[in-house]
């Protein structure tokens, strides 16, 4: 038994410190927030065209619904919680359960990580990482003109 629980500190201490962000193997658990439609013209219509779903777990859905009426009044927001995890998953259809992409940011608060953010995209269903510079590949776009906020758009979506 002890034995098992040194296994599950180290594996756990492994994750936390490890650098990449693992496969969100919850997100159809996770509390929906939004869903759209990427239409041809949008500048992620390349990576994620068509129907997507956006979900939080539980530490960012809390902190969002917290702070509802700011967000949609686009007042000043804290940033949210470490521990945080959004998750926009693109799937093959509206009436579809099976995701074609999925993309995460997973709050760490660390300053290596830009915007305070880790960032991964998952190709499925093999699982298969995309991003090679989350500055580059991801958060260049997310924080476009404006270094200030959190980098989370979906509480500016509508
Ligand atoms: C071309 C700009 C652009 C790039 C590049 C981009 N994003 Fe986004 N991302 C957006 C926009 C705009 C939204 C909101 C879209 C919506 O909900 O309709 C979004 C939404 C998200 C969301 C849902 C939370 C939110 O902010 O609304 C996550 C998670 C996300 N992106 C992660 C990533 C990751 C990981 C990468 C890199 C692989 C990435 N994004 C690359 C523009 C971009």
Request: glycine share 10%.
């Amino acid at each position: 038994m002890r034995i098992l629980i040194l296994f599950i500190l180290v594996g756990s201490l492994y994750v936390f410190a490890g650098n990449r962000i693992q496969f969100p193997a919850d997100w159809p658990d996770m509390k929906f927030v939004e869903e759209g439609v990427i239409l041809k013209g949008n500048p992620l219509y390349g990576m994620v065209p068509g129907y997507h779903v956006t979900l939080m777990n539980d530490k960012a859905w809390k902190h969002f619904k917290k702070h509802f009426r700011d967000f949609k009044m686009k007042k000043e927001v804290p940033p949210f919680p470490v521990g945080s995890k959004v998750v926009f998953v693109n799937l093959k259809g509206k009436h579809s359960k099976t995701p074609r992409i999925i993309l995460v940011m997973l709050k760490t608060g660390k300053p290596g990580d830009v915007g305070g953010w880790k960032w991964e995209g998952f190709v499925m269903p093999e699982k298969r990482r995309i991003v090679k510079n989350p500055l580059k590949d991801c958060a260049n776009c997310h924080y476009k003109g404006k270094r200030d906020w959190d980098g989370i758009f979906v509480p500016h979506a509508k």
